[in-house]
Protein backbone atom coordinates (compact mmCIF):
# COMPACT_ATOMS: atom_id res chain seq x y z
CA UNK A 1 0.00 0.00 0.00
CA UNK A 2 1.26 3.58 -0.54
CA UNK A 3 2.24 5.90 1.64
CA UNK A 4 -0.08 8.23 0.29
CA UNK A 5 -2.85 6.43 0.91
CA UNK A 6 -4.52 6.99 3.94
CA UNK A 7 -4.77 4.71 6.91
CA UNK A 8 -7.60 3.98 9.40
CA UNK A 9 -8.09 7.06 11.54
CA UNK A 10 -10.41 6.93 14.57
CA UNK A 11 -10.41 10.45 14.79
CA UNK A 12 -11.79 10.66 12.21
CA UNK A 13 -15.03 8.59 13.06
CA UNK A 14 -18.60 10.06 12.58
CA UNK A 15 -21.68 9.23 14.59
CA UNK A 16 -25.08 9.30 13.34
CA UNK A 17 -27.68 7.85 16.33
CA UNK A 18 -30.82 6.44 15.42
CA UNK A 19 -34.27 7.91 15.63
CA UNK A 20 -35.99 4.91 16.44
CA UNK A 21 -34.25 3.02 19.49
CA UNK A 22 -34.93 -0.73 19.93
CA UNK A 23 -36.01 -2.24 22.96
CA UNK A 24 -33.13 -4.59 25.03
CA UNK A 25 -34.80 -7.92 25.10
CA UNK A 26 -34.53 -10.09 28.50
CA UNK A 27 -31.67 -12.12 28.84
CA UNK A 28 -33.54 -15.37 28.71
CA UNK A 29 -34.96 -14.41 25.40
CA UNK A 30 -31.54 -14.12 23.51
CA UNK A 31 -31.07 -16.29 20.57
CA UNK A 32 -27.31 -16.48 19.85
CA UNK A 33 -26.82 -14.22 16.61
CA UNK A 34 -30.77 -13.59 16.49
CA UNK A 35 -30.80 -9.73 17.59
CA UNK A 36 -28.70 -6.74 17.08
CA UNK A 37 -27.90 -3.24 18.68
CA UNK A 38 -29.27 0.30 17.65
CA UNK A 39 -26.15 1.16 15.86
CA UNK A 40 -23.36 -0.51 13.40
CA UNK A 41 -19.69 0.86 12.08
CA UNK A 42 -19.02 0.86 8.47
CA UNK A 43 -15.69 2.03 7.32
CA UNK A 44 -14.96 1.70 3.01
CA UNK A 45 -11.39 1.46 1.67
CA UNK A 46 -10.49 2.76 -1.87
CA UNK A 47 -7.12 1.51 -3.31
CA UNK A 48 -6.45 5.18 -4.50
CA UNK A 49 -7.28 7.16 -1.57
CA UNK A 50 -6.85 4.31 1.50
CA UNK A 51 -9.37 4.16 3.84
CA UNK A 52 -12.45 7.05 3.67
CA UNK A 53 -14.67 8.42 6.97
CA UNK A 54 -15.42 5.89 9.36
CA UNK A 55 -19.05 6.28 10.50
CA UNK A 56 -21.43 4.72 13.47
CA UNK A 57 -24.82 4.68 11.49
CA UNK A 58 -27.78 2.95 12.31
CA UNK A 59 -27.95 -0.35 11.87
CA UNK A 60 -28.98 -1.74 8.48
CA UNK A 61 -29.25 -2.61 5.34
CA UNK A 62 -25.95 -2.64 3.17
CA UNK A 63 -26.51 -1.31 -0.29
CA UNK A 64 -24.44 -2.88 -2.84
CA UNK A 65 -23.63 -3.82 -6.76
CA UNK A 66 -25.16 -7.31 -7.49
CA UNK A 67 -22.09 -7.55 -9.62
CA UNK A 68 -19.72 -6.94 -6.11
CA UNK A 69 -16.47 -9.66 -6.03
CA UNK A 70 -17.86 -10.47 -2.25
CA UNK A 71 -21.30 -12.38 -4.33
CA UNK A 72 -19.10 -14.03 -6.94
CA UNK A 73 -15.72 -14.63 -5.29
CA UNK A 74 -15.98 -14.72 -1.73
CA UNK A 75 -13.35 -11.80 -0.92
CA UNK A 76 -15.14 -11.83 3.01
CA UNK A 77 -13.39 -12.31 6.15
CA UNK A 78 -14.35 -12.21 9.80
CA UNK A 79 -14.02 -12.58 13.39
CA UNK A 80 -16.29 -13.04 16.68
CA UNK A 81 -15.09 -11.42 20.25
CA UNK A 82 -17.33 -10.98 22.83
CA UNK A 83 -17.90 -7.77 25.46
CA UNK A 84 -18.65 -8.39 29.12
CA UNK A 85 -20.11 -6.20 31.78
CA UNK A 86 -17.97 -6.54 35.06
CA UNK A 87 -19.79 -6.35 38.40
CA UNK A 88 -19.04 -2.55 38.70
CA UNK A 89 -20.96 -2.34 35.08
CA UNK A 90 -17.22 -1.25 33.32
CA UNK A 91 -17.17 -2.74 29.65
CA UNK A 92 -14.70 -5.61 29.04
CA UNK A 93 -13.41 -6.74 25.72
CA UNK A 94 -11.21 -10.25 25.67
CA UNK A 95 -8.11 -10.38 23.89
CA UNK A 96 -9.11 -7.92 21.14
CA UNK A 97 -5.82 -7.30 19.91
CA UNK A 98 -5.75 -10.96 18.87
CA UNK A 99 -8.60 -11.16 17.09
CA UNK A 100 -7.19 -7.88 14.88
CA UNK A 101 -4.33 -9.64 14.50
CA UNK A 102 -5.89 -12.49 12.87
CA UNK A 103 -8.13 -9.85 11.08
CA UNK A 104 -5.29 -8.75 9.37
CA UNK A 105 -3.44 -12.35 8.47
CA UNK A 106 -6.98 -13.39 6.59
CA UNK A 107 -6.89 -10.03 4.86
CA UNK A 108 -3.35 -10.34 3.33
CA UNK A 109 -4.33 -13.90 2.50
CA UNK A 110 -7.33 -12.87 0.31
CA UNK A 111 -5.85 -9.48 -0.99
CA UNK A 112 -7.87 -7.21 0.97
CA UNK A 113 -6.35 -4.38 2.71
CA UNK A 114 -4.69 -4.50 6.06
CA UNK A 115 -5.35 -1.37 8.82
CA UNK A 116 -4.50 -0.96 12.11
CA UNK A 117 -5.77 -2.89 15.00
CA UNK A 118 -5.74 -0.16 17.30
CA UNK A 119 -7.50 2.42 15.56
CA UNK A 120 -9.91 -0.43 14.87
CA UNK A 121 -10.43 -1.10 18.45
CA UNK A 122 -10.77 2.54 19.58
CA UNK A 123 -14.09 2.92 16.72
CA UNK A 124 -15.31 -0.32 18.22
CA UNK A 125 -15.13 0.53 21.69
CA UNK A 126 -16.96 3.74 20.69
CA UNK A 127 -19.67 1.71 18.98
CA UNK A 128 -19.88 -0.30 22.58
CA UNK A 129 -20.53 2.66 24.54
CA UNK A 130 -23.20 3.79 22.28
CA UNK A 131 -25.00 1.05 22.41
CA UNK A 132 -23.88 0.18 25.95
CA UNK A 133 -27.73 -0.36 26.64
CA UNK A 134 -27.26 -3.64 24.94
CA UNK A 135 -25.07 -5.52 26.95
CA UNK A 136 -25.86 -8.04 29.37
CA UNK A 137 -24.49 -7.89 32.94
CA UNK A 138 -25.46 -11.44 33.63
CA UNK A 139 -23.19 -14.33 33.93
CA UNK A 140 -22.91 -16.37 31.11
CA UNK A 141 -24.51 -13.17 29.03
CA UNK A 142 -22.68 -10.94 26.52
CA UNK A 143 -22.34 -9.01 23.54
CA UNK A 144 -20.91 -10.70 20.49
CA UNK A 145 -19.13 -8.49 18.15
CA UNK A 146 -18.80 -9.30 14.39
CA UNK A 147 -16.26 -7.39 12.50
CA UNK A 148 -16.27 -8.37 8.49
CA UNK A 149 -14.42 -7.17 5.65
CA UNK A 150 -15.52 -7.47 2.02
CA UNK A 151 -14.38 -6.89 -1.60
CA UNK A 152 -16.98 -4.41 -2.94
CA UNK A 153 -15.52 -4.09 -6.26
CA UNK A 154 -18.58 -4.25 -9.06
CA UNK A 155 -17.46 -6.50 -12.15
CA UNK A 156 -17.47 -10.07 -12.46
CA UNK A 157 -13.28 -10.32 -13.51
CA UNK A 158 -11.22 -12.38 -11.08
CA UNK A 159 -8.86 -9.90 -9.72
CA UNK A 160 -7.67 -8.14 -6.94
CA UNK A 161 -10.27 -5.79 -5.78
CA UNK A 162 -9.66 -2.15 -5.74
CA UNK A 163 -12.48 -1.48 -3.09
CA UNK A 164 -13.40 -2.83 0.23
CA UNK A 165 -15.69 -2.49 3.00
CA UNK A 166 -15.46 -2.95 6.69
CA UNK A 167 -18.70 -3.54 8.87
CA UNK A 168 -18.64 -4.21 12.49
CA UNK A 169 -22.35 -5.00 14.14
CA UNK A 170 -23.23 -6.47 17.63
CA UNK A 171 -25.32 -9.28 18.96
CA UNK A 172 -26.75 -9.54 22.41
CA UNK A 173 -26.18 -13.16 23.74
CA UNK A 174 -26.59 -16.00 26.09
CA UNK A 175 -25.36 -19.40 25.86
CA UNK A 176 -24.31 -20.86 22.10
CA UNK A 177 -26.52 -24.41 22.44
CA UNK A 178 -29.85 -23.82 23.61
CA UNK A 179 -29.04 -26.60 26.63
CA UNK A 180 -26.28 -24.81 27.77
CA UNK A 181 -23.07 -26.08 29.35
CA UNK A 182 -23.81 -30.07 28.46
CA UNK A 183 -21.78 -32.45 26.76
CA UNK A 184 -22.43 -32.79 23.23
CA UNK A 185 -21.89 -35.96 20.87
CA UNK A 186 -19.82 -36.13 17.72
CA UNK A 187 -19.57 -37.97 14.82
CA UNK A 188 -16.10 -38.20 13.64
CA UNK A 189 -16.20 -37.15 9.85
CA UNK A 190 -13.61 -38.37 7.13
CA UNK A 191 -15.95 -38.67 4.44
CA UNK A 192 -15.45 -34.93 4.08
CA UNK A 193 -12.71 -32.60 4.80
CA UNK A 194 -12.88 -29.41 6.55
CA UNK A 195 -8.95 -27.81 5.65
CA UNK A 196 -5.75 -29.01 4.11
CA UNK A 197 -2.24 -28.31 4.16
CA UNK A 198 -1.17 -25.07 2.08
CA UNK A 199 -5.18 -24.08 1.71
CA UNK A 200 -6.84 -21.27 4.38
CA UNK A 201 -7.79 -23.17 6.85
CA UNK A 202 -6.08 -21.46 9.58
CA UNK A 203 -8.20 -18.24 8.79
CA UNK A 204 -11.29 -16.90 9.42
CA UNK A 205 -12.82 -16.75 5.67
CA UNK A 206 -16.68 -17.43 5.13
CA UNK A 207 -15.65 -19.23 2.29
CA UNK A 208 -14.03 -22.15 5.01
CA UNK A 209 -18.21 -22.74 7.16
CA UNK A 210 -20.56 -23.00 3.86
CA UNK A 211 -19.05 -26.59 2.93
CA UNK A 212 -19.08 -27.91 6.79
CA UNK A 213 -22.64 -27.23 6.79
CA UNK A 214 -23.95 -30.46 4.56
CA UNK A 215 -21.75 -32.93 6.66
CA UNK A 216 -22.72 -31.27 10.17
CA UNK A 217 -26.49 -31.56 8.40
CA UNK A 218 -25.48 -35.58 7.63
CA UNK A 219 -24.01 -35.89 11.39
CA UNK A 220 -27.17 -34.17 13.02
CA UNK A 221 -29.85 -36.90 10.67
CA UNK A 222 -27.37 -39.64 12.76
CA UNK A 223 -28.08 -37.75 16.38
CA UNK A 224 -24.78 -36.14 16.23
CA UNK A 225 -24.48 -32.50 17.27
CA UNK A 226 -21.38 -32.12 15.71
CA UNK A 227 -18.59 -33.09 13.16
CA UNK A 228 -15.12 -34.18 14.62
CA UNK A 229 -12.99 -33.67 11.35
CA UNK A 230 -10.16 -36.13 10.71
CA UNK A 231 -7.60 -35.63 7.99
CA UNK A 232 -5.19 -37.95 6.04
CA UNK A 233 -4.26 -41.58 6.39
CA UNK A 234 -3.76 -40.87 10.21
CA UNK A 235 -7.49 -40.28 10.84
CA UNK A 236 -5.84 -37.15 13.16
CA UNK A 237 -8.19 -35.16 14.95
CA UNK A 238 -7.94 -31.26 13.36
CA UNK A 239 -11.20 -29.66 14.83
CA UNK A 240 -14.75 -30.11 16.38
CA UNK A 241 -17.44 -27.96 14.24
CA UNK A 242 -15.95 -24.96 13.92
CA UNK A 243 -14.20 -24.61 17.31
CA UNK A 244 -10.59 -26.44 18.32
CA UNK A 245 -10.50 -29.79 19.84
CA UNK A 246 -9.09 -31.24 23.22
CA UNK A 247 -8.19 -34.22 24.74
CA UNK A 248 -6.91 -35.26 28.07
CA UNK A 249 -4.90 -38.76 28.16
CA UNK A 250 -3.77 -40.19 31.25
CA UNK A 251 -0.46 -42.23 31.65
CA UNK A 252 -0.75 -45.83 32.20
CA UNK A 253 2.13 -46.03 34.45
CA UNK A 254 2.83 -42.48 35.89
CA UNK A 255 -0.66 -41.53 36.15
CA UNK A 256 0.65 -38.18 34.90
CA UNK A 257 -1.96 -36.37 32.25
CA UNK A 258 -1.51 -35.11 29.18
CA UNK A 259 -3.52 -32.40 27.48
CA UNK A 260 -3.75 -32.38 23.67
CA UNK A 261 -5.14 -30.01 20.68
CA UNK A 262 -3.69 -30.14 17.22
CA UNK A 263 -0.72 -28.22 16.02
CA UNK A 264 -0.90 -24.96 14.34
CA UNK A 265 0.27 -26.08 11.15
CA UNK A 266 -1.49 -24.13 8.75
CA UNK A 267 -4.82 -26.62 8.48
CA UNK A 268 -5.61 -25.56 12.42
CA UNK A 269 -7.66 -21.94 13.31
CA UNK A 270 -5.60 -20.07 15.28
CA UNK A 271 -8.32 -19.80 17.92
CA UNK A 272 -7.85 -17.02 20.72
CA UNK A 273 -9.82 -19.54 23.28
CA UNK A 274 -7.40 -22.36 22.57
CA UNK A 275 -4.53 -19.88 22.78
CA UNK A 276 -6.14 -18.81 26.24
CA UNK A 277 -6.65 -21.76 27.56
CA UNK A 278 -2.67 -23.28 26.38
CA UNK A 279 -1.84 -20.03 28.36
CA UNK A 280 -4.00 -20.88 31.52
CA UNK A 281 -3.14 -24.83 31.32
CA UNK A 282 0.49 -24.17 31.65
CA UNK A 283 0.30 -21.20 34.44
CA UNK A 284 -1.97 -22.84 36.30
CA UNK A 285 -1.24 -26.72 36.24
CA UNK A 286 0.98 -29.02 38.01
CA UNK A 287 4.04 -29.68 35.94
CA UNK A 288 4.47 -32.66 38.10
CA UNK A 289 0.72 -33.26 37.15
CA UNK A 290 0.33 -32.48 34.01
CA UNK A 291 1.77 -32.12 30.23
CA UNK A 292 0.42 -29.70 27.84
CA UNK A 293 1.15 -31.09 24.17
CA UNK A 294 0.57 -29.14 20.78
CA UNK A 295 0.10 -32.44 18.67
CA UNK A 296 -1.99 -34.68 16.54
CA UNK A 297 -3.48 -37.31 18.12
CA UNK A 298 -5.75 -39.75 15.98
CA UNK A 299 -8.96 -40.97 16.23
CA UNK A 300 -7.48 -44.83 16.92
CA UNK A 301 -5.53 -43.36 19.40
CA UNK A 302 -8.65 -41.92 21.45
CA UNK A 303 -10.66 -44.93 20.91
CA UNK A 304 -7.61 -47.06 22.33
CA UNK A 305 -7.17 -44.41 25.27
CA UNK A 306 -10.86 -45.30 25.94
CA UNK A 307 -10.95 -48.97 25.79
CA UNK A 308 -8.12 -49.10 28.17
CA UNK A 309 -9.86 -46.61 30.54
CA UNK A 310 -6.80 -43.73 30.02
CA UNK A 311 -9.36 -41.08 28.30
CA UNK A 312 -9.90 -38.42 31.26
CA UNK A 313 -12.13 -36.16 29.38
CA UNK A 314 -12.38 -34.08 25.79
CA UNK A 315 -14.27 -30.39 25.08
CA UNK A 316 -14.02 -27.98 22.11
CA UNK A 317 -13.40 -24.16 22.44
CA UNK A 318 -14.13 -20.84 20.41
CA UNK A 319 -15.75 -17.82 21.34
CA UNK A 320 -19.37 -18.88 20.89
CA UNK A 321 -19.58 -21.60 23.48
CA UNK A 322 -16.13 -20.54 24.79
CA UNK A 323 -16.13 -24.71 25.77
CA UNK A 324 -18.06 -27.09 25.08
CA UNK A 325 -17.60 -30.69 26.90
CA UNK A 326 -18.09 -33.71 24.69
CA UNK A 327 -19.62 -36.94 26.07
CA UNK A 328 -18.98 -39.39 22.76
CA UNK A 329 -17.74 -40.13 19.85
CA UNK A 330 -19.14 -42.44 17.51
CA UNK A 331 -17.07 -43.40 14.51
CA UNK A 332 -17.73 -46.69 11.84
CA UNK A 333 -20.72 -47.67 13.88
CA UNK A 334 -18.90 -47.90 17.12
CA UNK A 335 -19.78 -45.57 20.42
CA UNK A 336 -16.15 -44.07 21.74
CA UNK A 337 -17.53 -43.05 25.09
CA UNK A 338 -15.87 -39.94 26.99
CA UNK A 339 -15.84 -40.13 30.74
CA UNK A 340 -17.57 -37.20 32.62
CA UNK A 341 -18.06 -36.19 36.31
CA UNK A 342 -20.30 -38.26 37.94
CA UNK A 343 -24.28 -36.86 37.59
CA UNK A 344 -22.62 -33.66 35.55
CA UNK A 345 -22.53 -32.86 31.86
CA UNK A 346 -18.85 -31.99 31.95
CA UNK A 347 -15.33 -32.90 32.63
CA UNK A 348 -13.03 -31.32 35.61
CA UNK A 349 -10.72 -30.01 33.78
CA UNK A 350 -13.39 -28.40 31.04
CA UNK A 351 -15.50 -26.99 34.19
CA UNK A 352 -12.02 -25.37 35.71
CA UNK A 353 -11.17 -23.89 31.88
CA UNK A 354 -14.91 -22.54 31.78
CA UNK A 355 -14.15 -20.62 35.34
CA UNK A 356 -11.12 -19.67 34.72
CA UNK A 357 -12.05 -18.27 31.43
CA UNK A 358 -15.14 -16.44 32.54
CA UNK A 359 -13.38 -14.98 35.56
CA UNK A 360 -11.35 -13.21 33.47
CA UNK A 361 -13.72 -11.93 30.45
CA UNK A 362 -16.07 -10.29 33.70
CA UNK A 363 -13.05 -8.97 35.35
CA UNK A 364 -13.22 -11.18 38.55
CA UNK A 365 -9.82 -11.36 38.40
CA UNK A 366 -7.86 -8.56 36.90
CA UNK A 367 -5.43 -9.01 33.76
CA UNK A 368 -3.91 -7.77 31.13
CA UNK A 369 -6.14 -9.64 28.75
CA UNK A 370 -9.39 -7.45 29.56
CA UNK A 371 -9.39 -4.47 27.48
CA UNK A 372 -11.68 -1.63 29.51
CA UNK A 373 -13.73 0.59 27.84
CA UNK A 374 -13.26 4.30 29.17
Known amino acids: MSSQLAGLDASKLTITKTTTPKERLPNEQLVFGKTFTDHMLIIDWDAEKGWLTPQIKPYGPLVMDPSACVFHYAFELFEGLKAYKDAEGKVRMFRPDMNMARMNKS?????????????????????????????????????????????????LGVHTPSKAQIFVICSPVGPYYKTGFKAVSLEATD???????????????????????????????????????????????????????FAVFKDAVTGKKELV???????????????????????????????????????????????????????????????????????????????????????PLTKQIADWIAELQYGIVESDWSRVIG
Not at 120 to 126: A, C, D, N, Q, Y
Not at 215 to 225: H, K, T, V, Y
Not at 267 to 288: A, M, N, P, Q, V
Open 107 to 155: AARICLPTFDSEELLKMIGELLKLDNKFIPDERGYSLYIRPTMIGTDPG
Open 261 to 347: TAPLDGTILEGITRDSILSLCRERLSKDEWTISERYCSIDEVKEAADKGLLVEAFGSGTAAVVSPVKSIGYHNQNIEVPLLPGEQFG
Open 191 to 245: YAVRAWPGGVGDKKLGANYAPCIKPQLEAAARGFQQNLWLFGPEKNITEVGTMNF
